[in-house]
């Protein structure tokens, strides 16, 4: 690791412990109270499950449109283990289940089906998550239409911080990693990929699987958070909601995923006082931005520190790759 | 360097920005207003946006009338009601936001709210963290006023009949005053509601149920069904869920020829029954019913009706009706308590007995529900023909 | 066996609808290959318009099925020129998300404008109800059934031997060698709008009369439907959305006819994967390899 490298990682960090410290202190003086924080929990489950995706739709190309259907595995299975086993002890081991189990579901659905492309592998994704969905809502220990509630509060502000700064991590090195160049290669051409040796089927499973963690991860935080669950809940319509936050953002641009799902949970807040012309507006602003940004706000750009930073020189944010 | 420096002191700034603001923004809050603040919770966008705009409307009708009436009398002191209401987008963990918003940053003395039994669910934390009664004007499921240990919320309410007293008075009006032996069941199974009253009414049902047949909210086809049940043997059929399919089950078998009496929840007890399934096709139809503006439950039912329908051009419904009645308990918790403090509505709330509501004489029993006699209501020709109390 | 036959009608009935709202979709993808979420809605205003043109200005059900349809075109078209023809350069996934956009914008548009209570459809037709051999059928649906074979073969007809169905076909297959002969891209596009439009009104229509009520989330559940049948029949031929529109209705059908009921569509989502795993492009689709 040479010294400009650990430079970028560590302003990088040092960034990440000022949103923390600003946030903490905001609490603490009482700036910021429940409903504050309920908005900050709720943007940062929406970082982590949009970040999966992102993994998959962005850098790996693959059209999902089944993140729903993980993210209730996870969900379910942290609510289901939590009953038996109670306590911290009992999230943790329901959250690593539901990672599990969903790790091994995305596992046995991508093998068949990422051999499909484009819009046939939306619509069989798509598929997926609702039977995934029919099945919960038809099951007895899953309670049916009506849910679990009552799952025991485990999840704090400060969890769901580290841990989607700990996804953003883990997905912006797996991009920079040999399986994620490779992964990369496949999506911008898959022939010459091939031609290459690269085991293409393979690294497409391996991110749609890695896309399937996070999403059960963001389910099982977000039952915990809320502490009921639905099947309605995962519904085609949740799984539409993640999508837009990486096309605002821009496709495969990490920090554009950031960026929007804190500006879209902001929005969110915000409409709740409109009543039923809410999603009018919602809709209205969705179009103009697609028109204004088709290629998203950040474009497949990353935000970079490296330009702002320490090249004076250079107009920032003028062109940074992925590699920055 | 220069710019690291710049976003280094940019951060200080932020943060000692934020600790004096905070600070002074707490000294700064002391207010003595005569007005106490009701949050309302509704889906107004959504899939149950149709009930949550109906409950909106009636609990903005509750607080306008008594406002316009003098407001609520606290120690020899006028209050005013003044409702803040918000969208919870038919979404649980919206409905979590919502209240967090309501209890926290509107800072409201009690909820209206939420509509359906899934968003109870997801706000009941939010409440009970916030200590804040809440009251639901339709939510169903059997166990949203009560803890996984058995043990009551304390903050949590409702005006609506509890799922299993429902499906249990049903089965006792399907045995008793229909004498059916065979029935087949339809159920709405995308919420707990119609699953709820279907196992109630089966463990309550003394005849034989020869089939329970499923289906999703929206479902609007339902031939396959009825041509699949048509020969079995039934002399009457259940639907346990809401008018817009319950109207589409009715006029789609009444045109094949099924003729037999069928019953329903309150879900059914709507005038859009009527108008989707056509008025020819709505005889020999019994739901069970709160609010009924030809057969008027108490004293203060008709005025209402009327008051109502002056204002806003239409009867209303009878989840305008609850989420009416879920203002007017509030007040009287209020009043009755004489204190205007969240834990006085919550305490008033739990004790409310004899309460005069549009839909019924009611008294909260020790689990938060209402305790109210429920009226089977007939119907010939699409109009109300007949009311029987289920005893 | 007359059991069987019924339901094999009623499943037909259900998949005309489905076929009649793939057939938009499937055009609208073979032409830009754009799955246009906003279809359902268009065929939810297509029954508003109908229910408008009956009840308030007491038309009769044919004009009124014609007038929505022309006005479900023009909007159609209108939708496309606005939000989606500034696109047609950009990557694909912005369209989708801007025609989401649109399906949002109509639903909770019309909710806050009407209401989104169900409305019952006046009754233009009485319905009579046919028996034969035990089997039953009531004029609406020979209606709904054979107004949608009409208009199909009518679509057939456009697309096969029209100037405008042949530009169609060319832009379809390429269009940068289409406007090279010297065809207008834009107004075949609009043009496809136009029709994909008034055959999904023409749907919304069919369905309010039938069903009796119409709401703003009615296009939600068909819109999905009737693309995963448009993906089905082979996304971008016209016979495959007809026959995986049907094969759809038939399949919901028979599934409810059995003790598996409750997973009706669970069950419809896993034959569609099972289909497309065997044959990726849809049942009537061509395999060809994608370009390098």
Partial sequence: MDQAHIKYTLSWASLAAMGFILIFVAQMVGLIGHYGITTIVLIGINIIAALGLNLVVGISGQFSLGHAGFMAIGAYATALVMEVVPGVIGFILGMVSGIVVSGVIALVVGIPTLRLRGDYLAIATLGFAEIIRIVIMNLKITNGPAGIFGIAPFVSWQLVYVLAVITLIIVVNFVRSMPGQAIIAVRDNEIAAESLGINTTKYKVIAFVTGALFAAMAGSLRASFIQSIAPKDYAFMQSIMILI??????????????????????????????????????????????????????????????????????????????NA | MKKIIIVGAAFIVAVGGIAAFGVVNKSSKVSTSNVIKIGGVFDTSGDASSYGKAEQDGADFAIKQINANGGVKVNGKNYKFKIINKDAKTDNTETASVTSSLINNEKVSAIVGPVITSGVQSAVPVATQGKTPMISPTAGADNITLQKNGDVQPYVFRAQYKNSFMGTKMAQFATENLKAKNIVIFQDNSSDYGTGITSAFKKAFKGNVVDVESYQAGTKDFQAVLTKIKDKKFDAIAINGYYTEGGAILKQMRDMGINVPVIGPDGIGDPKTAEIAGNKNTSNVYYASHFSVDAPATKVSAPFAKAYKKAYGKYPSQFTALAYDSVRMIKAAIENENSTSKSAITKGLANLKNFDGVTGKMSIDKDHNPVKSMVMVGMTDGKESSAVVVK | MTTFIQQLINGLMLGSVYALLALGYTMVYGIIKLINFAHGDIYMLGAYFGYFFIKVLHLNFFIALILAMVVSAVIGVVIEYIAYRPLRHSPRIAVLISALGISFFLENGMTYLYGSDQRSFPQAIKTVQYQFCGIQISNIQLIIAVTSIVLMLLLTYIVKNTKMGRAMRAVSADPDAASLMGININH?????????????????????????????????????????????????????????????????????ATPFSDYKDAIVYAMLIVILLIKPTGILGKNKREKV
């Fill in chain 1, 245 to 322: 936050i990486i096309v605002i953002g821009g496709i495969g641009s990490m920090s554009g995923t950031v960026v929007t799902a804190i500006a879209l949970g902001l929005l969110d807040t915000m409409l709740q006082n409109f009543g039923s012309l809410r999603m009018v507006i919602y809709a209205a602003i969705l179009i103009v931005v697609m028109l204004i940004r088709p290629q998203g706000i950040f474009g497949s750009r990353e935000l970079s520190l490296k330009k702002w930073l320490f090249d004076e020189g250079d107009r920032h944010g003028s062109d940074n790759t992925e």
């Fill in chain 3, 188 to 256: 075949t596009i609009s043009f496809t709008f136009a029709i994909g439009s008034a055959l999904a009104a023409a749907g919304g229509v069919l369905i309010g009369l039938y069903y009796n009520s119409i709401d703003p989330l009615m296009g939600m559940t068909p819109g999905l439907k009737a693309f995963v049948a448009a993906v089905l029949g082979g996304i971008g031929i016209i016979p495959g959305a007809a026959v995986g529109g049907w094969l759809i209705g038939i399949l919901e059908t028979m599934v409810q």
